[in-house]
């Protein structure tokens, strides 16, 4: 029986387990990836494994979330970032060179290795044909240091693309059309690996796109082959050695396939609040909007950046409309200096911002109460843009150019029909915003500065023998992170200080949850269907752990946020019976008896103490993942075995 792409890599880096699907299997990891806003908790935590130089072929920390510089706090986050890579022996990419995923995937992801990243779009550089995953901070830190990074083996399912797309369709409009199809929740625990004749119609840029908004599928990740495009794209990078062919076997198996056909697509939005309600741009022709913002790492390439260009060139943004760009990286954003399209943009009036994560990240750039945003970006969860009442859609760079123009939501394949958007053989290359690290006889006198904003992250104790603490919190399904630790310009700074960061924790769900929970001393959290879906952030964990928070029950979890309840030692707990969910109220004293016994044999009794009546809940974990929860997470377990 032939393999599958994503089998053929875990095969090479397999280290634990077996590819059959459901077990958990270990990896060894080529690459990592961090970026500020998760990266100063990861390499705390890293220092804390006390491992003199990193030993992985390449890991790289970014700048590109956090970079406003309001007050001393990003930038006291920044020179921390900088001078511990240049301890351990990382790369930096240096504030303004571009965003991670976007860099990565120019500069450094090669075919057929494995990359770890703590951020949840690290998924982009499956558009080169490498095995790449979202985590959280601390699996960074212990794959940097060697160590293996475990997932549970994923089933395949295969995405066959057929034909080609029409001019004003684009990529970002197959990904859509594949979460209109599969929904938020439709890629858990699954690998999206695209085939088909269709495949080769699209360039390595493209196939990004789509590989990146796998993880608003929550898939574990998705992944393109590597083949002549791929060549091409590597070779434009001055990178044709890192090239190798790969594909799956011609009889390779998948646990399920969906068809798409290219040449039926039309341009589409998700609409406001989720990546999954998508429309047709035709059927929400002339709502009016005011903001329009092209970039992130979903949609900011250099042939993204010219096709918008091209269309607002010898025009003027329409004059209720305000029109952001941010190019994905000074690579992108100097070729567009240099070949005159961003003349073109910015005589059409748009406004230029930093090549970074900016707006999608709520750092800046929100849109005025009520209004509608259209945003070639990745999640539109309500809120993330820093207006609660704001409505955003997600759409190509092709209907939120041309729609900027109208002032009105506009289909773009009339316009696009005109165009013909050549982007060059090579690219510019210029690598010198990449600090190297220390030689290993200099690492010794690198001092690490350590400003105030970097505090001390909360540890959790061993798992007692039991637990009865009340309900501080009860939410519905599809809760992100984003609800439970907000992002954006107010908050991002603090990303280094958990004390802090907790006033604001699960602010817009409940705003009394934070005065709550800390006056309850110890607490537990009930949820629905796909807790915890969005960013790969931590803090979602290490706040709440700091509030009291030491077990969560719900109806299913997304992966990443699960494994850092683990890593932290809060309990990821399962309703065995869903119907469970509705019998408990906010308040309601919960006791689990037994966790020892527990922790072993994967059932939790749950007796509730107000109610009178008991269910059971699973901890539905591999054996190392519990073992890890009976020592109050990985840092306790490590300092048990030490
Ligand atoms: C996001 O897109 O939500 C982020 C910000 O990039 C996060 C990481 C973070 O919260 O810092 C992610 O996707 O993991
Ligand atoms: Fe940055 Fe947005 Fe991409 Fe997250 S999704 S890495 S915030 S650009």
Same mark, same amino acid.
């Given at each position: 029986?032939g393999?599958?792409?994503?089998e053929?890599?875990?095969?090479?880096?397999l280290?634990?387990g077996?590819?059959?699907?459901?077990?958990?299997?270990?990896l060894?990891?080529?690459?990592t990836?961090?970026?500020?806003?998760?990266?100063?908790?990861?390499y705390?935590?890293?220092?804390?494994l006390g491992i003199?130089?990193?030993? +992985?072929?390449?890991s790289?920390?970014?700048? #590109?979330?956090?970079?406003?510089q309001?007050?001393?706090?990003?930038a006291?986050?920044?020179?921390?970032?900088?001078?511990?890579?240049?301890?351990?022996?990382?790369?930096?990419?240096r504030?303004?060179?571009g965003i991670?995923?976007h %860099?990565?995937?120019?500069?450094?992801?090669?075919p057929?290795?494995?990359?770890i990243?703590?951020d949840s779009?690290?998924?982009?550089a499956?558009g080169?044909?490498?095995?790449?995953?979202?985590?959280?901070?601390l699996d960074?830190?212990?794959?940097?240091?060697?160590?293996?990074y475990y997932?549970?083996?994923p089933k395949?399912?295969?995405?066959r693309?057929h034909?080609?797309?029409?001019?004003?369709?684009a990529a970002?409009?197959?990904?859509?059309e594949?979460?209109?199809?599969?929904?938020?929740?439709?890629?858990v625990?699954?690998?999206?690996?695209?085939t088909? #004749?269709?495949?080769?119609?699209?360039?390595?840029?493209?196939?990004?796109?789509?590989?990146?908004?796998?993880?608003?599928l929550g898939?574990?990740?998705?992944?393109?082959?590597?083949?002549?495009?791929t060549r091409?794209?590597?070779?434009?990078?001055g990178?044709?050695?890192?090239? !190798?062919?790969?594909?799956?076997? =011609?009889?390779?198996?998948?646990?399920?396939t969906?068809e798409i056909?290219?040449?039926?697509l039309v341009?589409l939005a998700?609409?406001?609040?989720m990546?999954?309600?998508?429309? =047709?741009v035709?059927?929400? $022709?002339?709502?009016k909007?005011?903001q329009v913002?092209?970039?992130?790492?979903?949609?900011?390439s250099?042939?993204d950046?010219?096709t918008? $260009?091209a269309?607002?060139?010898?025009?003027?943004?329409?004059?209720?409309?305000s029109l952001?760009?941010s190019?994905?990286?000074?690579?992108?954003?100097?070729?567009?200096?240099?070949c005159?399209?961003l003349?073109?943009?910015?005589?059409?009036g748009a406004?230029v911002?930093e090549?970074?994560c900016?707006p999608c990240?709520?750092?800046?750039?929100s849109?005025?109460?009520?209004?509608?945003?259209?945003? +070639?970006?990745?999640?539109?969860?309500e809120?993330r843009?820093?207006?609660?009442?704001?409505?955003?859609?997600? !759409?190509?760079?092709?209907?939120?150019?041309?729609?900027?123009?109208t002032?009105?939501?506009?289909?773009p394949?009339?316009?696009c029909?005109?165009l013909?958007?050549?982007v060059?053989?090579r690219?510019?290359?210029?690598?010198?915003m990449?600090?190297?690290?220390?030689?290993? #006889?200099e690492?010794?006198?690198v001092?690490?500065?350590?400003?105030?904003?970097?505090? =001390?992250?909360?540890l959790?104790?061993?798992l007692?023998?039991?637990?009865?603490?009340? %309900?501080?919190?009860?939410?519905?399904?599809?809760? +992100?992170?984003?609800h439970?630790?907000?992002?954006?310009?107010?908050?991002?700074?603090?990303?280094?200080?958990i004390p802090?960061?907790?006033?604001f924790?699960f602010?817009?769900?409940?705003?009394d949850? &934070?005065?709550?929970?800390a006056?309850?001393?110890?607490?537990?959290?009930?949820g629905g269907?796909?807790?915890?879906?969005?960013?790969?952030?931590?803090?979602?964990?290490?706040v =709440?752990?700091y509030?009291g !928070?030491r077990?969560?029950?719900?109806?299913?979890f997304?992966?990443? &946020?699960r494994?850092?309840?683990?890593?932290?030692?809060?309990?990821p707990?399962?309703? /065995?019976n869903?119907?469970?969910?509705?019998?408990?109220?906010?308040?309601? %004293?919960?006791?689990?008896?037994?966790?020892?016994?527990?922790?072993?044999?994967?059932? !939790?009794?749950?007796?509730?103490k /107000?109610?009178n009546?008991?269910?059971?809940?699973?901890?539905?974990?591999?054996?190392?993942?519990?073992?890890?929860?009976?020592?109050?997470?990985?840092?306790?377990?490590?300092k048990?075995?030490?």
């Amino acid at each position: 029986m032939g393999l599958t792409l994503s089998e053929k890599i875990i095969k090479a880096h397999l280290v634990e387990g077996s590819l059959e699907a459901g077990g958990e299997i270990g990896l060894r990891i080529d690459q990592t990836l961090t970026q500020d806003s998760t990266g100063t908790m990861a390499y705390l935590q890293y220092e804390a494994l006390g491992i003199p130089r990193v030993k +992985t072929e390449l890991s790289v920390a970014y700048i #590109d979330h956090n970079i406003l510089q309001t007050g001393f706090e990003n930038a006291d986050d920044h020179e921390y970032i900088r001078t511990v890579a240049k301890k351990y022996g990382i790369r930096f990419s240096r504030p303004g060179n571009g965003i991670c995923h976007h %860099v990565h995937l120019e500069r450094f992801a090669r075919p057929g290795k494995t990359l770890i990243g703590s951020d949840s779009h690290t998924p982009t550089a499956g558009g080169i044909g490498s095995l790449a995953f979202g985590a959280g901070g601390l699996d960074v830190a212990v794959a940097m240091g060697g160590g293996t990074y475990y997932i549970t083996a994923p089933k395949v399912t295969e995405v066959r693309l057929h034909g080609s797309l029409g001019k004003g369709v684009a990529a970002k409009d197959i990904i859509l059309e594949l979460l209109k199809i599969l929904s938020v929740k439709g890629g858990v625990g699954r690998i999206i690996e695209y085939t088909g #004749d269709g495949v080769a119609s699209l360039t390595v840029p493209e196939r990004a796109t789509i590989t990146n908004m796998g993880a608003e599928l929550g898939a574990t990740t998705s992944i393109f082959p590597s083949d002549e495009n791929t060549r091409l794209f590597l070779a434009a990078e001055g990178r044709e050695q890192d090239y !190798v062919p790969l594909s799956a076997d =011609p009889d390779a198996v998948y646990d399920k396939t969906v068809e798409i056909d290219l040449s039926s697509l039309v341009p589409l939005a998700a609409c406001p609040h989720m990546p999954d309600i998508v429309k =047709p741009v035709g059927e929400l $022709a002339g709502q009016k909007l005011e903001q329009v913002c092209i970039g992130s790492c979903t949609n900011s390439s250099l042939h993204d950046m010219l096709t918008v $260009a091209a269309i607002l060139k010898g025009k003027t943004v329409h004059d209720g409309v305000s029109l952001t760009i941010s190019p994905g990286s000074r690579q992108v954003l100097t070729m567009l200096s240099q070949c005159g399209a961003l003349d073109d943009i910015l005589s059409a009036g748009a406004r230029v911002l930093e090549c970074a994560c900016g707006p999608c990240i709520g750092m800046g750039q929100s849109p005025a109460s009520g209004a509608v945003s259209l945003r +070639t970006f990745n999640r539109n969860f309500e809120g993330r843009s820093g207006t609660a009442d704001a409505k955003v859609y997600l !759409v190509s760079p092709e209907t939120a150019a041309v729609s900027a123009l109208t002032g009105v939501f506009t289909d773009p394949r009339e316009v696009c029909a005109e165009l013909d958007i050549i982007v060059p053989e090579r690219f510019y290359i210029n690598d010198n915003m990449v600090d190297m690290p220390a030689g290993i #006889d200099e690492a010794a006198d690198v001092n690490v500065r350590r400003g105030p904003n970097i505090k =001390p992250f909360p540890l959790c104790e061993e798992l007692p023998e039991s637990i009865s603490y009340p %309900v501080s919190l009860k939410v519905g399904d599809n809760i +992100t992170t984003d609800h439970i630790m907000p992002a954006g310009a107010k908050i991002l700074p603090y990303r280094s200080n958990i004390p802090y960061m907790s006033n604001f924790c699960f602010m817009q769900c409940d705003a009394d949850f &934070h005065t709550r929970a800390a006056g309850l001393g110890r607490s537990i959290i009930v949820g629905g269907e796909n807790y915890g879906q969005g960013s790969s952030r931590e803090h979602a964990a290490l706040v =709440p752990l700091y509030l009291g !928070v030491r077990a969560v029950i719900v109806k299913s979890f997304a992966r990443i &946020h699960r494994d850092n309840l683990v890593n932290t030692g809060i309990l990821p707990l399962l309703f /065995t019976n869903p119907t469970d969910y509705d019998r408990i109220a906010e308040g309601d %004293v919960l006791e689990l008896t037994d966790l020892h016994n527990a922790v072993e044999q994967e059932t !939790v009794k749950v007796f509730n103490k /107000t109610k009178n009546e008991s269910y059971t809940a699973k901890l539905d974990l591999s054996e190392r993942q519990r073992r890890l929860l009976r020592y109050g997470g990985v840092l306790g377990y490590t300092k048990h075995n030490a």
